[in-house]
């Protein structure tokens, strides 16, 4: 079990420290501060710790906090796999030089310190902004999952559900400010996302579904008829691509898992971050039954690629699926798609990388085996091949 020992506070803020970030103090998930009670940190961030605590999991990222005395400083919730350990808090930085006085009353009045020492405090304080400090915050969060070697499974997940909700304030504003017919449901748009989910341009139908949601969000805001709505669109993509493709069938028994998740969606958040689930899991879907157009038996063992293609799966673990030899999957495999299985697996899972590296901050090397990969050499030379650039270099493009 992980534990928020002595040994894991000092190797990180060693490390922190030694990268030039500075001091780092801990707290557990009650708010008490680990260490001296009468320090800066403590004392400014008095009665606010397990605020900034719980802002900073809603976040999925450090959060700066404003403290009395117009003082800022960072706050990082510690999490492993959803159980949360406590916090890292680092070190206080004037918003203003202007604060000065007022903290030190502060310190004076909180702590025990003489005048000289709060003095020298204060000299040590720089002045920065929000923007800086959480910069500090996020060095500190790499340092210290290098170090722990901890998943924090909901802070990315609570981080990628910010962003998308970001994506979506925006698009809506968009559509605002351009007025009333603007806002309009536009059904032409179905096609033009479906389109570009044949492509497998993944960003594109992401920006196209946003524009959707938004034209859906200002017609009404009923979430009957939003739920409706986004239900009418995923049954219109399942219907649209197995009219195209009979072998697509099967995303017939996906939608209506999809369909299930979106009527029990409570806020317009919540339906808009399922709908996203849904359109990965359609694009994924698209892709893998899309390269046979013929074949019933190679459409059965695209789909069970499909499922498994993050899973150590190989030929033989296909062919038994399918019922058929290893030797006899292969072929019919590559005279109906062009590819062989190990290639299909592949693309999958580069395109699966690709939506990783763009819409998360997960690291490489988590995102390397995620997807399947247990090399991260292999998974760089294979994501280099598909797309031309390394993974770093594919995400410093999509920022």
């Known amino acids: 079990m992980a534990i928020l020992s002595k040994r894991l506070m000092s190797d990180a803020a060693g490390l922190f420290a030694d990268r030039g970030g500075g001091k780092v103090t801990f707290m557990d998930v009650s708010g008490r501060i680990h260490g001296q009670q009468d320090t800066p940190v403590a004392v400014f961030t008095r009665g606010r710790r397990n605020y900034a605590l719980q802002e900073s999991i809603n976040y999925g990222e450090p959060f700066a906090l404003r403290c009395s005395a117009g003082v800022l400083c960072w706050v ?8 949360v350990f406590g916090a890292a808090i680092g070190e206080p930085a004037f918003m203003s030089k202007d604060s000065i006085g007022e903290a030190e009353g502060l310190l004076a009045a909180q702590g025990s310190k003489s005048l000289s020492t709060i003095h020298r405090t204060l000299a040590k304080m720089r ?3 929000i923007h800086s400090v959480k910069s500090a915050g996020r060095r500190f969060e790499e340092s210290f999952y290098n170090v722990s070697g901890w998943d924090p499974v909901l802070m990315r997940e609570n981080r990628i559900r910010v962003r998308r909700q970001v994506q979506l ?10 007025g009333s017919e603007s806002a309009l449901y536009a059904f032409e ?3 033009v996302l479906l ?7 993944r960003n594109a ?3 196209i579904l946003n524009g959707m949601l938004s034209n859906i969000y200002l017609a009404t805001d009923k979430m009957s008829v939003l739920r409706a709505r986004t239900v009418e669109l995923m ?3 399942t219907r649209a691509a197995v009219e195209d493709n009979p072998l697509m069938e099967p995303l017939v028994v996906m939608n209506h898992d999809w369909t299930e998740r979106l009527t029990t969606a409570e806020t317009f958040e919540a339906l808009s971050e399922r709908l996203m689930g849904a359109l990965d899991e359609f694009i994924d879907a698209v892709y893998a039954h899309g390269l046979n157009r013929q074949n019933t038996t190679v459409g059965a063992a695209m789909d069970y690629v499909r499922r498994h293609y993050m899973e150590q799966i190989s030929l033989k673990d296909v062919a038994g699926h399918v019922g058929l030899s290893s030797w006899r999957t292969a072929h019919i495999v590559k005279e109906h798609t062009g590819k062989t299985v190990l290639e299909i697996i592949l693309d999958l899972r580069i395109r699966r990388a690709q939506q990783l590296l763009a819409a998360t901050e997960r690291s490489c090397t988590e995102i390397c085996f995620e997807v399947g990969f ?6 760089t030379k294979q994501f280099r091949k598909h797309t031309g650039v390394t993974p770093s270099k594919y995400r410093k493009g999509q920022q």
């Open 127 to 129: 002045e920065s902004d």
């Open 195 to 201: 389109a570009n989910i044949r492509a497998g341009e």
């Open 235 to 237: 049954s219109y993509l």
């Open 169 to 178: 304030a925006e698009s809506i504003q968009d559509q605002r400010s351009k």
């Open 189 to 191: 748009k179905e096609r």
């Open 374 to 379: 247990n090399d991260q050499s292999y998974f």
């Open 76 to 83: 990082l919730a510690l999490e492993d796999k959803r159980r």
């Open 205 to 207: 139908a992401r920006s």
